[in-house]
């Protein structure tokens, strides 16, 4: 595949963007913004999370490459927001789902894929004896905190603090800047702790005796790992006050192992969310755990029952037939090892590529290798949205898409390869705004901005004379924000 989206000047220069290499994405992307909110169906895959007038809008994809409307080419990175690990079109899943839709795609009762599904899936991990099928994250989530509140008779909900998102609806989404239309009532409900922080996880049940019903968090993220004795810590802090702890293995599930982070980490939850890997970019999640507080939702009980994923779709024949040939894909190789190897080399080549260019206190790799991210520092040393444009704009110049460096099992060594050169080459314009101590002459349009802010500004949309405004209709500057890339 030949990569088209980008060159550098023959002195090693950054050279300015081609507005034209992408001229029909941003048509694409204005478009729409009349018909879409946000201009994505995701905050994460907006236009404010690029550089302006460098927003692909995607056509196709192949294994670890994707295709925009302008005919570019680029090795992408974060991969379906980390649910994409065997590769796009992968041809065992994709074949898999088109034999199931084939045979009809939902019916009056279930099929036979929700019994082969549950079988699959409780053998895979850990903590579940019983599991019920969804087609996105924060439904199961949100049917997790309902089972724990039915099974305790307790209405608080305690989330990591420090961890970034665990579902749109308004118990969690109250926590967040973007609390606008959630009641006060709401907002009350939920109540916060730091991540490797027991203390803090006692300070809060002892501020709130016997009225925590779920304690949610992530074991691990892409840049942070349990401490020894923290996640043991909680297990027995969940059996001695009795709320129902929650592993949110949205990230960690089939990223981490096929059993999830639980696996890795030896503490099995009282219950688990699953989404993403799971189906390799269908749509397909899961809530499991517990047998005894699954059936609150179920036949199996003289207690009032809760209300638990009565979906439409939810059992949708082609999710669950992606569901298990990705597990049988991860059975027939090790998938997370080939992440985690081509992580690896990935890290290695990044990290080699900063050093040379003598960058290592500006451009950092972080995390499990098969879930790498890259953090980006002015000047100062401070983390800067400024600077991370320009990363990003220099990347995609050369063919690279990578709001992070979030690999799959798909990536080869020449799509590493190409990466790392990638890097090197947009390191020239880094190391020139570094020296200048600014991002001005460098930068096209304005920063990139946290995809979870109160405000539309510092990426407001024109207004219909073409004047960029803030929330509150003045002119909008070249404003950064101090969240951390």
Same mark, same amino acid.
């Given at each position: 595949?030949?990569?088209?989206?980008?060159?550098?000047?023959?002195?090693? &220069?950054?050279?300015?963007?081609?507005?034209?290499?992408?001229?029909?994405?941003?048509?694409?992307?204005?478009?729409?913004? +009349?018909?879409?909110?946000? #201009?994505?169906?995701?905050?994460?895959? %907006?236009?404010?999370?690029? *550089?302006?007038?460098?927003?692909?809008?995607?056509?196709?994809?192949?294994?670890?490459? @994707?295709?925009?409307?302008?005919?570019?080419?680029?090795?992408?990175?974060?991969?379906?927001?980390?649910?994409? &690990?065997?590769?796009?079109?992968?041809?065992?899943?994709?074949?898999?789902?088109?034999?199931?839709?084939?045979?009809?795609?939902?019916?009056?009762? *279930?099929?036979?894929?929700?019994? +082969?599904?549950?079988?699959?899936?409780?053998?895979?991990?850990?903590?579940? /004896?019983?599991?019920?099928?969804?087609?996105?994250?924060?439904?199961?989530?949100?049917?997790?905190?309902?089972?724990?509140?039915?099974?305790?008779?307790? =209405?608080?909900?305690?989330?990591?603090?420090?961890?970034?998102?665990?579902?749109?609806?308004?118990?969690?989404?109250? &926590?967040?800047?973007?609390?606008?239309?959630?009641?006060?009532?709401?907002? =009350?409900? &939920?109540?916060?702790?730091?991540?490797?922080?027991?203390?803090?996880?006692?300070?809060?049940?002892?501020?709130?005796?016997?009225?925590?019903?779920?304690?949610?968090? /992530?074991?691990?993220?892409?840049?942070?790992?349990?401490? $020894?004795?923290?996640?043991?810590?909680?297990?027995?802090?969940?059996?001695?006050?009795?709320?129902?702890?929650?592993?949110?293995?949205?990230?960690?599930?089939?990223?981490?192992?096929?059993?999830?982070?639980?696996?890795?980490?030896?503490?099995?939850?009282?219950?688990?969310?699953?989404?993403?890997?799971? %189906?390799?970019?269908?749509?397909?999640?899961?809530?499991?755990?517990?047998?005894?507080?699954?059936?609150?939702?179920?036949?199996?009980?003289?207690?009032?029952?809760?209300?638990?994923?009565?979906?439409?779709?939810?059992?949708?024949?082609?999710?669950?037939?992606?569901?298990?040939?990705?597990?049988?894909?991860?059975?027939?190789?090790?998938?997370?090892?080939?992440?985690?190897?081509? #992580?690896?080399?990935?890290?290695?080549?990044?990290?080699?590529? @900063?050093? /040379?260019?003598?960058?290592?206190?500006?451009?950092?790799?972080?995390?499990?290798?098969?879930?790498?991210?890259?953090?980006?520092? =002015?000047?100062?040393?401070? $983390?800067?949205?400024?600077?991370?444009?320009?990363?990003?704009?220099?990347?995609?110049?050369?063919?690279?898409?990578?709001?992070?460096?979030?690999?799959?099992?798909?990536?080869? =060594?020449?799509? @590493?390869?190409?990466?790392?050169?990638?890097?090197?080459?947009?390191?020239?314009?880094?190391?020139?705004?570094?020296?200048?101590?600014?991002?001005?002459?460098?930068?096209?349009?304005?920063?990139?901005?946290?995809?979870?802010?109160?405000?539309?500004?510092?990426?407001?949309?024109?207004?219909?004379?073409?004047?960029?405004?803030?929330?509150?209709?003045?002119?909008?500057?070249?404003?950064?924000?101090?969240?951390?890339?």
């Amino acid at each position: 595949m030949t990569q088209t989206a980008g060159t550098s000047g023959s002195d090693g &220069t950054a050279s300015a963007p081609a507005p034209s290499r992408f001229a029909r994405s941003a048509a694409a992307q204005r478009r729409l913004h +009349q018909l879409v909110p946000g #201009g994505a169906h995701t905050y994460a895959r %907006g236009s404010d999370q690029y *550089p302006e007038g460098m927003a692909p809008v995607l056509v196709r994809g192949h294994g670890a490459r @994707v295709q925009d409307l302008d005919g570019n080419w680029f090795v992408e990175y974060g991969m379906g927001l980390r649910a994409v &690990t065997l590769g796009h079109g992968y041809e065992a899943v994709v074949g898999a789902v088109a034999r199931a839709a084939s045979e009809g795609v939902n019916f009056s009762r *279930p099929s036979v894929w929700e019994l +082969q599904a549950a079988e699959r899936f409780c053998a895979q991990v850990p903590g579940a /004896e019983m599991v019920k099928f969804a087609k996105n994250g924060s439904d199961v989530t949100t049917a997790a905190i309902k089972l724990a509140r039915v099974a305790t008779g307790r =209405d608080l909900v305690a989330v990591c603090s420090t961890q970034p998102f665990f579902s749109t609806d308004d118990w969690f989404v109250s &926590t967040t800047a973007m609390s606008a239309g959630i009641p006060q009532a709401h907002r =009350d409900l &939920t109540v916060g702790f730091r991540y490797n922080d027991l203390d803090s996880v006692r300070t809060m049940l002892d501020a709130h005796p016997g009225q925590v019903a779920a304690l949610i968090l /992530e074991q691990a993220t892409a840049t942070a790992e349990p401490a $020894p004795g923290f996640l043991e810590g909680l297990r027995e802090l969940a059996d001695r006050d009795g709320f129902v702890l929650v592993f949110d293995e949205m990230i960690t599930g089939m990223r981490w192992a096929a059993g999830g982070a639980q696996s890795v980490y030896g503490v099995v939850p009282d219950l688990s969310t699953w989404g993403k890997a799971l %189906g390799n970019g269908f749509s397909v999640s899961a809530l499991a755990g517990r047998a005894d507080l699954m059936e609150v939702g179920g036949l199996n009980t003289d207690a009032s029952r809760a209300f638990l994923l009565s979906t439409t779709h939810g059992a949708e024949t082609t999710g669950l037939a992606a569901y298990l040939a990705v597990a049988e894909a991860y059975a027939e190789r090790d998938v997370v090892g080939v992440m985690e190897a081509q #992580g690896e080399r990935l890290r290695r080549g990044v990290e080699r590529a @900063v050093a /040379e260019a003598g960058l290592a206190d500006h451009v950092t790799v972080m995390g499990r290798a098969s879930c790498l991210v890259f953090g980006t520092r =002015d000047h100062e040393g401070n $983390p800067s949205q400024a600077f991370r444009t320009l990363f990003l704009q220099e990347l995609l110049e050369r063919g690279v898409l990578a709001q992070s460096f979030v690999i799959s099992a798909a990536h080869t =060594d020449a799509d @590493v390869d190409h990466t790392v050169e990638a890097v090197r080459g947009a390191l020239v314009a880094y190391g020139q705004a570094v020296d200048a101590g600014t991002t001005d002459g460098l930068l096209r349009g304005r920063p990139v901005a946290p995809a979870m802010r109160e405000r539309a500004a510092p990426r407001r949309l024109p207004d219909a004379g073409g004047v960029e405004v803030d929330g509150a209709g003045s002119v909008a500057g070249r404003a950064t924000t101090e969240v951390g890339s």
